[in-house]
């Protein structure tokens, strides 16, 4: 999991998951999801595992489920955060820490 | 006949496109990124393209897992940007050039190059922002255009050296195109960054600093790469360096180097900005 690479695997794995993060280039879609996730994880018929991934807010979970970080993205976006808030949770960083390493990079 | 007057590549991270919406361009964190783009529109004024041809990434706004091409060009008179999920303001139409069009894939699939073709395709952030970051507060856009998008959602993507190929095959087309039209090629993505995983934030600035260099004078040492040595050098979505190479590719052997710049970090990532030229060999 420190790189992961989205494959036919993983494509096939995720594909609910990643088709429900699809949706929600739709306004309307992200505020049904936040009027009722559970019935609308269940619309997209998501596995065990990529719905208590989604219920717990992880990134790394939601990954090894078949998610693929650009659709990621976009439920990460219903939540307030961005790819450097994601990118803090799955190195398990502060916020403020993952900023300063990706800062340092420039050194 | 057509010309290709040159090519500008650069970082497409959608925080910049935040940043232009809140006029953030000159605040210490966005001034060394937005100021390197002063060298583009200097040359920009001076080449006046008609027309540009946009090797760029789709990141889930036109294209799903359901039909995913390899290799796509739009066909459209018109391409809109859209919400991405993030709900953006999005960016105003961009013409676009369907005869160019048309001929690009005639040429192209007569050289072997089986492009999906689009007559309605929304273009995201990865292309929208670049012509944001050329022309600032255009309206309408100087230019019309022609997207070409390259997959690099889902392995496998296309190898390096193919993209390469891909970009000397339109240069090849455009150079052959019979009306009188300078043409742009931009390059969108990049450079070294990881969004997913453990290594995310991951950021290889003497890989990158080796790229830029190479991309001048000997990018074949670069198309020479296998997409796992560009995620290990540059990191998952470093691999972005694709569209930098099929946009180098077009523009033939010999260049001559326009501007540069090089600034760590916007967001997770490594963002660069690259002019040539064709150079007279």
């Given amino acids: 999991m420190d790189t992961p690479i989205f494959d036919g695997e993983q494509a096939l794995k995720g594909y609910a998951l990643n088709k429900m993060c699809y949706s929600f280039n739709d306004a309307q879609n992200r505020a049904a999801f936040l009027r009722d996730e559970e019935a609308y994880c269940n619309q997209f018929g998501l596995s065990e595992a990529q719905r208590a991934a989604v219920k717990r807010r992880n990134v790394l979970a939601m990954i090894e489920a078949g998610g693929n970080i650009y659709y990621l993205a976009k439920l990460a976006g219903i939540f307030g955060l961005n790819v450097q808030d994601i990118g803090a949770q799955q190195t398990g960083m502060s916020l403020e820490a993952f900023k300063a390493k990706l800062a340092a990079a420039g050194n | ?281």
């Fill in chain 2, 1 to 281: 006949m057509a010309r290709i007057v040159g090519m500008v590549t650069t970082s497409h991270v959608p925080m910049i496109g935040k940043a232009i919406g809140a006029g953030l361009q000159q605040e210490p964190y966005w001034k060394p990124f937005f100021d390197g783009f002063d060298g583009v529109h200097d040359w920009l004024d001076r080449v006046k393209p008609d027309v540009a041809v946009v090797f760029y990434n789709d990141h889930g706004l036109n294209f799903f897992l359901d039909k995913l091409p390899t290799f796509a060009i739009g066909a459209a008179e018109t391409y809109r940007n859209a919400d991405e999920g993030w709900g953006l303001p999005a960016f105003s139409p961009f013409r676009g050039d369907p005869e160019l069009s048309w001929h690009l894939i005639e040429s192209l699939v007569a050289d072997e190059f089986d492009m999906t073709t689009c007559q309605d395709m929304l273009v995201d952030h990865a292309f929208a922002i670049p012509m944001a970051l050329l022309w600032p507060n255009a309206s309408p856009w100087p230019v019309k255009t022609v997207p070409i998008s390259v997959n690099t959602i889902q392995h496998p993507l296309p190898r390096a050296a193919r993209c390469y190929a891909l970009g000397q095959s339109v240069g090849r087309a455009i150079e052959a195109y019979p009306a009188d039209l300078k043409v742009l090629i931009i390059g969108t993505g990049g450079l070294s960054h990881q969004l997913d995983g453990r290594r995310a934030g991951f950021i290889n600035k003497e890989f990158d600093l080796m790229c830029l260099e190479k991309l001048v004078s000997s990018p074949l040492e670069i198309a020479r790469y296998s997409i796992a040595t560009l995620i290990e050098e540059a990191g998952s979505q470093g691999v972005e360096i694709l569209m930098w190479l099929a946009a180098r590719a077009a523009l033939g052997e010999s260049v001559r180097k326009v501007h540069m710049n090089y600034h760590i970090p916007i967001s997770n990532t490594a963002s660069g900005v690259l002019v040539l030229e064709p150079s007279e060999s």
